[in-house]
Nanobody, 118 residues
Framework: QVQLVESGGGLVQAGGSLRLSCAAS????????MGWYRQAPGKQRELVAH???????NYADSVKGRFTIFRDYAKNTVHLQMNSLKPEDTAVYYC????????????WGQGTQVTVSS
């Protein structure tokens, strides 16, 4: 089992920045992927970014150039640095963890609210 604990959400004005963090604990093997999804009211959950244990990253087109995902491998932590935030980035952000090849279940954090005011 893997437990995920998120932190760092909040309220920010458009153009501002926030950093989300997610710490994974439990029995963790290498060859995993950590990342962030978000869900706005009335919309489906969507991928924001993810990063493998080898450092390979993938971003949604809507956040490329504004968001950066990175990991602290020693602490099993993933961070999402969000710059130039827009009102359309408002959503609940969820940390996600899975093993490469989707061997086993996805694990999810409890979610953290990000609100960007115009």
């Amino acid at each position: 089992q893997v437990q995920l604990v998120e932190s760092g959400g909040g309220l920010v004005q458009a153009g501002g920045s926030l950093r989300l963090s997610c710490a994974a604990s439990g029995i963790i093997f290498s060859n995993n992927v950590m990342g962030w999804y978000r869900q706005a009211p009335g919309k489906q959950r969507e991928l924001v970014a993810h990063i493998s244990n080898s450092g390979s990253t993938n971003y949604a087109d809507s956040v490329k150039g504004r968001f950066t995902i990175f990991r602290d491998y020693a602490k099993n932590t993933v961070h999402l640095q969000m710059n130039s935030l827009k009102p359309e980035d408002t959503a609940v952000y969820y940390c996600n963890f899975y093993y490469s090849g989707r061997v086993g279940p996805d694990y999810w954090g409890q979610g953290t609210q990000v609100t960007v005011s115009s």
